[in-house]
């Protein structure tokens, strides 16, 4: 079993930064890769930004080129600095975890607020 705990979010003013964190435990034998999604009060659940274990990314189109995904390896993290951020930013983030069998696993989320 994995557990996902995410730190960092918080309220912010637009064109202000954040920084999430997202530390796996447990049993983190093999990770293909994690990533970090976000929903938005009465959207569905999207895809920010992912990075595999050979540390390929991808991003959403809204955010590239203002948010950054990062790993470490050794620690089970993934970090994911957001700058420029933008009101259309805010929503509950979630960092996902897929492992070597394919499960994936969810964190609790944390709620980033970007006020205009």
């Known amino acids: 079993q994995v557990q996902l705990v995410e730190s960092g979010g918080g309220l912010v003013q637009a064109g202000g930064s954040l920084r999430l964190s997202c530390a796996a435990s447990g049993s983190t034998w093999r990770i293909i890769n994690m990533g970090w999604y976000r929903q938005a009060p009465g959207k569905q659940r999207e895809l920010v930004a992912r990075?595999?274990?050979?540390?390929?990314?991808n991003y959403a189109d809204s955010v590239k080129g203002r948010f950054t995904i990062s790993r470490d390896s050794a620690k089970n993290t993934v970090d994911l600095q957001m700058n420029s951020l933008k009101p259309e930013d805010t929503a509950v983030y979630y960092c996902?975890?897929?492992?070597?069998?394919?499960?994936?696993?969810w964190g609790q989320g944390t709620q980033v607020t970007v006020s205009s």
């Open positions: 990075i595999t274990s050979g540390a390929s990314t």
């Open positions: 996902r975890l897929l492992d070597g069998r394919y499960v994936e696993y």
